[in-house]
């Protein structure tokens, strides 16, 4: 549906998206996820029009929109801070896109009603913008992007300008909004929740760059850098050099004598360095215990605890295996002081190896 | 450059990414005022200055001639020499009378109610909306030698000759102070009204009086807003017309006055220009002023 | 102390206008405040002199003409100065507002010798561009002001929606600045109908506007006739300043 050729963007020297491919599909619900000045925004205005790439192809059902203007392609955006129009009513606002495709007016006014609907609106269509909450901005933005049935809809960080609550509730109204409408979704955000819960796939942004695109799942259990790692969740981050062959799997010798079995088939020679990569839930304060008696998948340590910080649903745990640092994560419930040293065990399939 | 304006971008993409087409729309929203001032604003002006080298001839202007006479009869000629000053020492009259007179009222004005404030701004901003002649015809009543102070003076018995309160400078100086002062209040209360109110607290917190909070922290931090005032004030006295004519007659001509003498009356255009090529010259005076003085309290 | 000062401001202020709408009241055929017989004599002097009548309209078509004129052609301006940023915009805005730093005497011998040379003296349309450059910046100074509040994303927005450019400027622009707009136009509007000096110097014989009539009147001749014609005056400068305070102008003006 939507497609981005080695698409580049510098202001000065600013060099602010770099050689950008992507493939949208058809119905799919896509993230563009990064920290702010990465890129992203600029992307989202680039396939809008609102901003022309240096160099690239962008392709909208096929057909190159690359220099099409901006008023000429088959997209709508809503905006971080919603860009209602203040003069004119909620139904007008709403009504506009569609005034300007020429459609009749009697089934302009169907179509507002529908849309209103949707976004669970109904009955303000006589409001001016400054009458509404936050919230109902929103949902008129929304609305008056949805209702002339774009190919695409793009999302400016639509949510960042809600209250946490609000966010929460509106996040899934979305969901439900795009699946309801089968309208396929572009979605800007910072906000790595909003990107897992709402998308089918992600592509996750630093300095320019696409890094990973894949499911949240996949960005959040196999991510491709120390980046995203750390940009996704905490993370254990250890270096060392891989070292061979194991049963289903290889090691990897961390630089303070440890070793560590990892899952998979090997994808880096035998001393090359690395790093590992290892989610502090992954990490289990209790010696493995498999219906059948075997440890073979797991890495077993003895640990020293330093601390233990109850967190609520989790509590975080400092341990140190030898003189290796290591944080824990462990479900709040049934919290209680830990012994000062305790067996750890961490699946061999949660441990990430990276370049 | 905008976004708008590369949105705007006709495709060109195959001729070449560095080409990248002219957009007419704002060229085509510009060109009509732009026509317009450059006609009748940029070459009435030049032309001016212009006429104001040519020396006059009995049958007008000889453009075929140069000279710097007309400046040198400006400057020097002892006629022309005390109106020249009569104008700068009238301006800058006003000017300090108005810089001296808006904190008082600027900060009364400040310390009421927002509803209060509007009123109070309103009564200030009505004698500018006003008519320049109505206003010095309502200071002619007042101040003439006949007029309502001097005849309730004698009739109490206080004097038994009129005040010359006007057609002299007192009477040019109270018409212009009181036309001019909105352009120096204006400023100087939306300044007052701009300033963040913790810093006075902060102040006060820190045991400063009144008058240490009003000359430490009020006046500095409005004193931009002053300035740009003031720079009004001063453009506007320099060429009031009106006003110096009725309250200062005959006797007390201003620049401005000179120049229609010079320009409807003698009708001697070469002279007259050079006159208002004068007058705009002493227009900048102000802003010069202003800027080095605010150079000087920011070292 | 500070009270007293203000009060006596206040009535420095509003003292020669008062004094003109009291003495407009007399009976008598020359200017002394009436205390006990009040007339409306004047008042019906002033609108049957035929002078004031004709130099009323003219000054009144010639504010409306110029300040419309002034108002469109500033808002297209003003439009491409902000909105479409197009080349030397920081230069052009200083350029449209620079009227203002220049002496309407200047302005007026300016005009009187270039109106004169190109054979347009005593022309309608001379003295009504002449009026347009002198209000320009006031309607300008508004228009920029308004319309830098303008976020760029509602005019992406309009455009995304499939809105022509021109559409974004008359059909989103132009009503958002819409107060701008008007409290510019009311400004232009008074000043244009009281300027008198540009006009006192290139007007020609028929174009005795009402301000110069009053000056001219004035000068030679003193009857109470020119109070009730000054409180007429007044009583239409009030009727501005609630204009304007109504549409929140005030605020604007300040800006």
Known sequence: MLELRGVNKAYGSNHVVRDVDLNVEQGEFFSLLGPSGCGKTTILRMIAGIVAPDSGAILLAGTEVTEAPINKRDLTLVFQNYALFPHMTVADNVAFGLTMRGVPRAEIQRRVREALDVVKLPGLDGRKPSQLSGGQQQRVALARAIVVRPRLLLLDEPLSNLDAALRDQMRWHLKEVQQQTGITTVLVTHDIQEAFALSDRIAVMNAGRIEQIGSPHDIYTRPTSSFIAAFTGDINLLEGAVEGDEAGGFAVRLNDGLRVLVSGEVRHQAGARAKLLIRPEAIALASPVEPDGHTRDENVFEARIDDATFLGAQVRVSLRVGDLPLIASVPGHGFEPYPASRTISIPRAACVLIA | ?299 | MLLIFNLAMIGFMLLPISIIVWMSFTPEAFFVLPFDAFSLRWYSAALEHDGFRNSFLLSLRLAFVSATIAAVLSFLAAYAITRLKAPGAKGLDSFFLSPLLIPHVVLGIALLQFVNSVGLYNNFWALAAAHIIVIVPFVMRLLIASMADIPAEIEWAALNLGASRLRVMFGIVLPICAPGLIAGYVFAFIISFDEIVVTIFMAGPSQQTLPVRMYGYLSDQFDPIVAAVSSLLILFAAAVVVLLERIGGLKLLTR
């Open chain 2, 1 to 299: 450059m905008s976004l708008l304006l590369e949105a705007a971008r006709q495709p060109d993409r195959t001729a070449g990414r560095a080409r990248r087409a002219i957009d007419w729309l704002p060229v085509a929203l510009l060109l009509p005022l732009f026509a317009l001032f450059v006609v009748w604003y940029v070459a009435p002006l030049f032309g001016t200055v212009l006429n104001s080298f040519h020396p006059h001839g009995l049958s007008g202007i000889r453009t075929d001639e140069w000279t710097l006479e007309n400046y040198l009869e400006i400057t020097t000629d002892p006629y022309y020499r005390t109106i020249l000053i009569r104008t700068l020492s009238i301006t800058a009259a006003v000017a300090i009378a108005s810089a001296v007179f808006v904190y008082p009222v600027a900060l009364f004005i400040d310390r009421q109610k927002p509803s209060v404030q509007t009123y109070l701004l309103l009564i200030y901003i009505t004698p500018w909306l006003v008519n320049v002649t109505v206003k010095a015809f309502g200071w002619v009543l007042l101040l003439g030698p006949g007029g309502i102070i001097n005849t309730a003076l004698r009739s109490l018995g206080l004097i038994e000759r009129p005040l010359p309160l006007m057609f002299n400078e007192f009477g040019v100086f109270i018409g212009l102070f009181h036309a001019q002062f909105i352009f120096v209040l204006l400023p100087v209360w939306a300044a007052m009204q701009g300033l963040d109110k913790n810093v006075v607290y902060a102040a006060a917190n820190l045991g400063a009086g009144q008058a240490t909070i009003i000359r430490r922290i009020i006046v500095p931090l409005t004193l931009p807003a002053l300035a740009a005032g003031l720079i009004i004030n001063m453009t506007m006295s320099l060429s009031a017309f009106t006003t110096p004519a009725l309250l200062g007659g005959a006797r007390t001509k201003v620049l401005s006055n000179l120049s229609h003498e010079i320009n409807l009356v003698q009708l001697n255009w070469p002279l007259g220009a050079a006159a208002g090529v004068v007058l705009l010259a002493l227009t900048f005076v102000p802003i010069l002023l202003v800027r080095a003085l605010g150079r000087s309290r920011i070292t």
